[in-house]
Nanobody
Framework: QVQLVESGGGLVQPGGSLRLSCAAS????????MRWFRQTPGKERELVAL???????NYADSVKGRFTISRDNAKNTVSLQMNSLKPEDTAVYYC??????????????WGQGTQVTVSP
Protein backbone atom coordinates (compact mmCIF):
# COMPACT_ATOMS: atom_id res chain seq x y z
CA GLN A 1 0.00 0.00 0.00
CA VAL A 2 1.30 3.40 -1.05
CA GLN A 3 -0.20 6.81 -0.50
CA LEU A 4 0.57 10.01 -2.37
CA VAL A 5 -0.35 13.13 -0.42
CA GLU A 6 -0.30 16.50 -2.15
CA SER A 7 -0.01 19.97 -0.69
CA GLY A 8 0.54 23.53 -1.82
CA GLY A 9 -2.56 24.22 -3.88
CA GLY A 10 -4.50 27.41 -3.48
CA LEU A 11 -5.52 30.71 -4.99
CA VAL A 12 -2.97 32.90 -6.74
CA GLN A 13 -3.10 35.97 -8.98
CA PRO A 14 -1.96 35.86 -12.62
CA GLY A 15 1.80 36.16 -12.84
CA GLY A 16 2.22 34.70 -9.39
CA SER A 17 3.95 31.54 -8.28
CA LEU A 18 2.93 28.41 -6.44
CA ARG A 19 4.82 25.30 -5.40
CA LEU A 20 3.07 21.94 -5.20
CA SER A 21 4.53 19.05 -3.26
CA CYS A 22 3.68 15.36 -3.21
CA ALA A 23 4.93 12.99 -0.55
CA ALA A 24 4.84 9.23 -1.04
CA SER A 25 4.59 6.90 1.92
CA UNK A 26 4.12 3.19 2.49
CA UNK A 27 5.98 0.04 1.60
CA UNK A 28 8.28 1.67 -0.93
CA UNK A 29 11.44 0.15 -2.31
CA UNK A 30 11.93 2.77 -5.00
CA UNK A 31 10.00 5.28 -7.05
CA UNK A 32 10.61 5.22 -10.77
CA UNK A 33 8.76 7.87 -12.79
CA MET A 34 6.91 10.68 -11.01
CA ARG A 35 4.35 12.80 -12.83
CA TRP A 36 2.06 15.76 -12.41
CA PHE A 37 -1.29 15.78 -14.20
CA ARG A 38 -4.04 18.36 -14.21
CA GLN A 39 -7.72 18.26 -15.05
CA THR A 40 -10.47 20.81 -15.54
CA PRO A 41 -14.20 19.96 -15.66
CA GLY A 42 -15.24 18.42 -18.96
CA LYS A 43 -11.68 17.78 -20.12
CA GLU A 44 -9.40 14.77 -20.10
CA ARG A 45 -6.62 14.61 -17.59
CA GLU A 46 -3.49 16.23 -19.04
CA LEU A 47 0.11 15.29 -18.36
CA VAL A 48 1.86 18.44 -17.18
CA ALA A 49 5.34 17.18 -16.35
CA LEU A 50 7.29 14.08 -15.49
CA UNK A 51 10.65 13.21 -14.04
CA UNK A 52 12.39 9.86 -14.35
CA UNK A 53 14.50 8.09 -11.77
CA UNK A 54 17.48 9.27 -13.79
CA UNK A 55 16.44 12.90 -13.44
CA UNK A 56 15.26 13.46 -17.01
CA UNK A 57 12.25 15.76 -17.33
CA ASN A 58 9.49 16.40 -19.85
CA TYR A 59 6.89 19.15 -19.90
CA ALA A 60 3.70 19.94 -21.72
CA ASP A 61 4.22 22.70 -24.27
CA SER A 62 1.76 24.91 -22.42
CA VAL A 63 3.91 25.01 -19.27
CA LYS A 64 7.42 24.69 -20.69
CA GLY A 65 9.65 27.44 -19.38
CA ARG A 66 7.26 28.30 -16.54
CA PHE A 67 6.99 25.08 -14.53
CA THR A 68 9.80 23.01 -13.04
CA ILE A 69 9.44 19.47 -11.74
CA SER A 70 11.93 18.11 -9.23
CA ARG A 71 12.27 15.18 -6.87
CA ASP A 72 13.93 14.36 -3.58
CA ASN A 73 14.64 10.65 -3.58
CA ALA A 74 15.67 10.64 0.08
CA LYS A 75 12.25 11.97 1.09
CA ASN A 76 10.22 10.24 -1.65
CA THR A 77 8.78 13.56 -2.74
CA VAL A 78 8.15 15.32 -6.02
CA SER A 79 7.51 19.03 -6.41
CA LEU A 80 6.15 21.28 -9.11
CA GLN A 81 7.32 24.88 -9.06
CA MET A 82 4.83 26.95 -11.03
CA ASN A 83 5.85 30.45 -12.07
CA SER A 84 4.19 33.08 -14.24
CA LEU A 85 0.83 31.47 -13.62
CA LYS A 86 -2.03 32.12 -16.03
CA PRO A 87 -5.80 31.73 -15.58
CA GLU A 88 -5.69 28.78 -17.97
CA ASP A 89 -3.48 26.96 -15.47
CA THR A 90 -6.51 26.67 -13.19
CA ALA A 91 -7.16 22.98 -12.59
CA VAL A 92 -7.03 20.16 -10.11
CA TYR A 93 -3.45 18.95 -10.07
CA TYR A 94 -2.71 15.28 -9.42
CA CYS A 95 0.49 13.57 -8.41
CA UNK A 96 1.20 10.20 -10.03
CA UNK A 97 4.05 7.76 -9.56
CA UNK A 98 5.30 4.34 -10.61
CA UNK A 99 6.37 2.71 -7.36
CA UNK A 100 8.18 -0.53 -6.60
CA UNK A 101 6.81 -1.79 -3.29
CA UNK A 102 8.45 -4.08 -0.75
CA UNK A 103 6.85 -7.15 -2.32
CA UNK A 104 8.74 -6.18 -5.51
CA UNK A 105 5.48 -5.39 -7.29
CA UNK A 106 5.59 -2.35 -9.55
CA UNK A 107 2.39 -0.34 -9.29
CA UNK A 108 1.02 3.03 -10.35
CA UNK A 109 -0.50 5.35 -7.75
CA TRP A 110 -2.45 8.60 -7.80
CA GLY A 111 -2.72 11.40 -5.31
CA GLN A 112 -6.07 12.84 -4.29
CA GLY A 113 -5.58 16.05 -6.24
CA THR A 114 -5.15 19.63 -5.13
CA GLN A 115 -6.97 22.66 -6.51
CA VAL A 116 -5.00 25.45 -8.15
CA THR A 117 -6.95 28.57 -9.03
CA VAL A 118 -5.39 31.48 -10.91
CA SER A 119 -7.66 34.50 -10.84
CA PRO A 120 -7.29 38.31 -10.74
Amino acid sequence: QVQLVESGGGLVQPGGSLRLSCAASGSILSIHIMRWFRQTPGKERELVALITNGGSTNYADSVKGRFTISRDNAKNTVSLQMNSLKPEDTAVYYCNADVQIRTYRLSNYWGQGTQVTVSP
